[in-house]
């Protein structure tokens, strides 16, 4: 079993920054890929970044490219998404979630994962 908690989200005005953590626990050695996901009330829950935990491999959804960054401290168990440069319309609950997927660099569709954590709430201000 692996459990996943969220947190770091909060209230923060356009233009600011905030870091979502993600830590991990039960049988981390299980676990390869790790991704963030976000949705907002209404609507589908959508791709934000992924990575492995070992390597260098990463991937991020185009709305995000420039502005969050993801990043792990693999002796913290711990994954990390940085959002700068916030607008309004990211304002969502946003996820972390983790599988194996083998050898398998990415995993963009949410349905797929198998570990989820329970959501940390970003609300951006106008």
């Known amino acids: 079993q692996v459990q996943l908690v969220e947190s770091g989200g909060g209230l923060v005005q356009a233009g600011g920054s905030l870091r979502l953590s993600c830590a991990a626990s039960?049988?981390?050695?299980?676990?390869?890929?790790v991704g963030w996901f976000r949705q907002a009330p209404g609507q589908e829950r959508e791709f934000v970044a992924a990575f492995r935990w070992s390597g260098t491999s990463t991937y991020y959804a185009d709305s995000m490219k420039g502005r969050f960054t993801i990043s792990r401290n693999n002796q913290k168990n711990t994954a990390y998404l940085q959002m700068n440069s916030l607008k309004p319309e990211d304002t969502a609950v946003y996820y972390c979630?983790?599988?194996?997927?083998?050898?398998?660099?990415?995993?963009?569709?949410?349905?797929?994962?198998?570990?989820w954590g329970q959501g940390t709430q970003v609300t951006v201000s106008s």
């Open positions: 039960g049988s981390i050695s299980s676990i390869n890929v």
């Open positions: 979630a983790a599988d194996n997927f083998g050898t398998r660099r990415v995993e963009v569709r949410a349905s797929e994962y198998l570990y």
